[in-house]
């Protein structure tokens, strides 16, 4: 007999992207310039200008939905093992660290770019 809601790994791969991605566009930021891009998603710049409070905010919640789906998606375990011991300040520190290393990258979307900064990260370690 099948579930009425079962979900194959496909369908909760893509919901957790989508979840992940409204998530993110959602998060408000506190810069003068630059705040949103596109459809509303905020900017590497934006994330540079927020207060260390709202910085915090966003990587908890973008570490929170990259480890859930990984596990859900049966992602890159060595990866979210890497962040999942770390707390909302350390996470703050590197990415604030990585963007501002990478000034060419300010004006796209900070999601992705948290996840290129969580994945080196991760490499080098």
């Known amino acids: 007999m099948t579930q009425p809601f079962a979900m194959t790994g496909f369908c909760r791969a893509v919901f957790v992207f989508l979840l992940l991605f409204s998530f993110l566009a959602l998060v408000p930021a506190r810069a003068d310039v630059g705040d949103t891009i ?55 520190e590197h990415f604030l660290k990585w963007i501002k290393a990478h000034p060419e990258e300010w004006p796209n979307p900070a999601g992705p770019l948290f996840m290129r900064a969580v994945r080196e990260y991760c490499a080098s370690q």
């Open 38 to 92: 596109g459809e509303g998603l905020l900017s590497g710049d934006a994330y540079r200008y927020s207060t260390e409070l709202d910085r915090q905010v966003y990587v908890a919640g973008a570490s929170d939905l990259l480890i859930a789906f990984s596990r859900q998606a049966g992602g890159d375990v060595a990866w979210h093992r890497c962040i999942e011991p770390m707390d909302a300040v350390q996470l703050e």
